[in-house]
Each structure stands twice: as C-alpha cells, then as structure tokens.
C-alpha cells in the first residue's frame, strides 16, 4: 500500500494562492498517476487534475487551467498542487490520491480508478 498525508491547506482571500503537499509514503515504486480531487458540502468529490508520475505529464479539469499547476518531487516522493486566483466556490477539502495499478496512458479522472487517499485538507477561500 501507499500512505498519502496532504498538508498546506488554510483560509485565503478571493484571489489569493495556496500550495498544497502530498507525500507520499510505503510501496512509492508502484505509483503510476496522482490526482487531486476536492469536495465541497453537499457535493460530489470533483476531480481538479493529475499527474503522470513518471513522465511528469499533468492533466487539469477546465475551470482550473491556467491558474493550477501540479508537480511532483520523485525524489522526496511529493506532489504539489499550486492554486492562484482561488475564487469562493472552490472552497473545499482537497484529497490527494495515488493510483497504483496500470490502466493505461492516459490521465486518470475518477476516482475508482484510485488506490490510496489522504486525509484531505480543508481550503477555505473567503468571499
């Protein structure tokens, strides 16, 4: 298995940034794709991006391109998701997650497709 522990979330002004981390711990030689989803109260679990974990390929839902990077350290075993120009809807707790098994190629956007989750952590960007 692998462990995830996400950490950087906090409250933010409309228009402010955030980065947050997600490190990565145990069976690391088996990840294939991270994504980051992020669910609001009374919403579904949405997905915002991933990554290819070896080519360093991100994918982004719409709304996000352009102001949300992701990234990732291999050798500390880290990704990153940079947020800028955060509005209020996107007020949420944002999960990482490792998929660890092989699906293919191309970027991984549900979440059954998945393996390992952290804890989340809450992002809050005030109106």
């Known amino acids: 298995q692998v462990q995830l522990v996400e950490s950087g979330g906090g409250l933010v002004q409309t228009g402010g940034s955030l980065r947050l981390s997600c490190a990565a711990s145990g069976r690391t030689f088996s990840i294939y794709d991270m994504g980051w989803f992020r669910q609001a109260p009374g919403k579904e679990r949405e997905f915002v991006g991933s990554?290819?974990?070896?080519?360093?390929?991100?994918y982004y839902t719409d709304s996000v391109k352009g102001r949300f990077t992701i990234s990732r350290d291999t050798s500390e075993n880290t990704v990153y998701l940079q947020m800028n120009s955060l509005k209020p809807e996107e007020t949420a707790v944002y999960y990482c997650?490792?998929?660890?098994?092989?699906?293919?190629?191309?970027?991984?956007?549900?979440?059954?497709?998945?393996?390992?989750w952290g804890q989340g952590t809450q992002v809050t960007v005030s109106s």
């Open positions: 997650a490792a998929g660890t098994r092989y699906r293919g190629a191309s970027a991984k956007r549900a979440p059954n497709e998945y393996e390992s």
């Open positions: 990554i290819n974990y070896n080519s360093g390929y991100a």
